[in-house]
């Protein structure tokens, strides 16, 4: 039987960001999303996680799901059958956008999470087309359910972020790096990067897609999950 699939989601959003996918691979496939609300730190999320997962299982992240999930990885690599990184990057926050967050969090903490982000999910972090103001949509919808605090928590997370390069380097697991052409937050540029941190990954680029690829181009996404999923496993 295939291990099960564990979702993280990107910052204030939930099992909406990955709904096709749990659609199309329930069906064979026991999928968990899992929230990453908890802590004010990246390592304490992780923590948090691996309390509850279960004991073998494949990880996908999305954005700041991903940074959570690599730290899964740092933690725990023999828990991890199989890892895809979506639309991320493995670095630490730099000094100048971990300091533009205070600012961010000062709006919030005054009742201004929708403006916040509007700024931070632009229709141009998107690829063009008749979806694009449907997505964002249950973006702001998403973040609207989870509210200020959840918002303020995950920002120190990323404001604290750890390096996380070593990691990847050692992974020994079937690895996806995918991302979205159209992705302006994540450019396609650093997941080339990062495929070439991890010693088996597979980079794909889906080239009508931004920085949501799971809502943007959910069929391509799926595909790519499962050919992910039904490689063998490498030797650890």
Known sequence: MKEPLVLLPEMMCDARLFGPQIAELSSDTAVM??????GERIEEIASALLDILP???ALAGLSMGAVVAMEILRRAPDRVTRIALIDTHPLAETPVIAANREPQIVKVRSGRLMEVMREEMSPTSFAPGPYRNEVLGLVMDMAQTLGPEVYIRQSRALQRRKDQQATLRRCKVPALILCGAYDNLYPVKRHEF????????????????????????PDETTAA???WLAQPYVLQ
């Open 55 to 57: 004991k073998r299982f």
């Open 33 to 38: 999303v899992a929230p990453i609300t908890m």
């Open 194 to 217: 990062m495929a070439e941190l991890v010693p088996y990954a597979q980079l794909r680029v889906l080239e009508h897609s931004g920085h949501l690829p799971t809502l943007e181009q």
């Open 225 to 227: 999950l499962r050919e």
